[in-house]
């Protein structure tokens, strides 16, 4: 029986050393991870893409300009004249003369202007031309050059009508009043439809 007792109270003591170190083990466990400092998960941001710096923009150079060169002028080839007054002043009161003037490009569909004459002892200007006109009739007149009329409508005959041209000669008195006065003589042909003035040429001479 004392054998017995004895075996008892060992096993007693036994489990309740284990029973002890188990719950020293546990608690001892416990507060070693509860005094551990909770670590949060760092939380890794995107990384952001640098940003290409934008190109200045750089301004287009100027082109510097360049100055022709002159090219010589070959031999032979004609020159355009330069343009000259349209009005003809001749020293109409002071003798005789004679002016060409078929450079002058005085010319359309029937008359070509070719020269302008005047006389100290007849006191007049002639106005000669090449004419292509219906039957070889055509007109001139003279104004001023506000429009008002000064020598009234003549007639002008051709040795020859259209489509020939022929010399004519148109006439102006030299009187007093003209002198220094620009006189606009105006040559034209009419319609055979409706009479109305047509090919109207006009030349400004300024007798002094």
Do not use: C, H
């Not at 941001?45 to 070959?74: A, D, G, I, M, S």
């Not at 007149?141 to 007639?155: A, I, M």
């Amino acid at each position: 029986m004392g054998n017995r007792d004895n075996k008892k109270t060992w096993l007693v003591w036994l489990s309740t050393a284990v029973i002890i170190a188990a719950v020293a083990f546990t608690g001892g466990y416990y507060f070693s991870k509860q005094s551990e400092p909770v670590v949060q998960p760092v939380k890794e941001e995107p990384v952001k893409p640098t940003p290409e710096p934008t190109p200045t923009p750089q301004p287009e150079p100027t082109p510097t300009p360049t100055t022709p060169t002159p090219q010589p002028t070959e031999p032979g080839t004609p020159q355009t004249p330069a343009p000259a007054s349209d009005v003809f002043a001749i020293n109409a009161y002071s003798g005789s003369g004679s002016l060409d003037i078929r450079d002058r490009g005085l010319e359309n569909g029937a008359f070509r202007v070719k020269s302008i004459d005047w006389s100290d002892t007849s006191r007049t200007l002639y106005v000669s031309a090449d004419m292509r006109a219906f039957e070889g009739v055509a007109y001139f007149r003279v104004k001023d050059e506000n429009g008002t009329l000064l020598e009234p409508e003549s007639v002008l005959r051709a040795t020859e009508g259209a489509p020939a041209w022929s010399p004519v000669q148109a006439q102006v008195p030299l009187i007093e009043a003209y002198q220094g006065k620009v006189l606009v003589v105006e040559f034209y042909a009419k319609s055979a439809n409706d009479g109305s003035r047509i090919n109207i040429l006009r030349l400004k001479i300024k007798p002094e």
